[in-house]
């Protein structure tokens, strides 16, 4: 009897232990998904080639800190003239604005771009694996949608002064379905956002062809076709 007894509380320990384990891991994992909190209420990033860089930017010295550290005005204009962004391979330029250009922006956990397309201009399909992502449309008629974990398409057609948001990690996109030039300015909850093209996640690296044929269902002719598409393969 006794030997049965030490026999379950070991069991049920263990038990214990498991469920422990997890419910760590998951607090883990739930904390390392964002940004981490500042640790002042800002942190100009200093820039000077000497400054010291671990995970982001040091502080500036606050002596030194300005009121245009804080103020971005690089937005009033496209980096691109319209000819230089319907002539783009997809016929639209990001703009994309972080603390290397804008120091007030540093451990703020905080990303902006500003997107310009000419008619019928893409930004194709692609993930930002660390951030959700906000859309306001400035200018134009901008398609948008994003696709949820269970496949479904989540999309609609915004108008000026219009803003949707693209949850973190999901697949989206943006159309300008206008007849005009758009402009939208989006915002990313992460100072590291990340970008994954899902075209060149597939096709840039020398995949086996064979694992794209079977995923897609087509021959090899159409794969190297799409390899062909984008530099780095034979």
């Not at 390392?32 to 982001?56: E, I, K, M, T």
């Amino acid at each position: 009897m006794g030997a049965y007894s030490t026999q379950r509380s070991t069991h049920d320990l263990f038990k214990l232990l498991v469920v422990a384990l997890c419910a760590t891991a998951f607090f883990l994992s739930d904390v390392h998904a964002v940004d981490p909190d500042p640790l002042a209420d800002f942190c100009v990033a200093d820039l000077s080639p000497s400054a010291p860089r671990v995970n982001g930017y040091a502080c500036k010295p606050r002596s030194n800190v300005t009121t245009d550290d804080f103020v971005y005005r690089g937005f009033r204009q496209a980096i691109a003239t319209d000819d230089q962004i319907r002539q783009s391979p997809t016929g639209a330029v990001v703009s994309l604005l972080s603390a290397k250009d804008w120091p007030g922006l540093n451990t703020q956990g905080i990303t902006h771009a500003r997107l310009d397309f000419a008619i019928g201009g893409v930004i194709p399909l692609h993930t930002h694996p660390r951030a959700a992502e906000t859309l306001f449309v400035v200018k134009g008629t901008i398609y948008t949608g994003f696709i949820g974990d269970d496949n479904v398409l989540y999309a609609s057609t915004l108008q000026v002064g219009d803003v949707t948001i693209f949850p973190k990690a999901l697949l989206h996109f943006q159309l300008n379905v206008g007849n005009e030039t758009a402009i939208t300015f989006n915002t990313l909850n992460s100072q590291a956002p990340g970008l994954l093209v899902t075209a060149l996640q597939l096709f840039k690296p020398n995949i086996t062809s064979a694992v794209i044929e079977k995923s897609f269902g087509v021959d090899a002719t159409t794969v190297q076709l799409l390899k062909g598409t984008y530099p780095g393969h034979p």
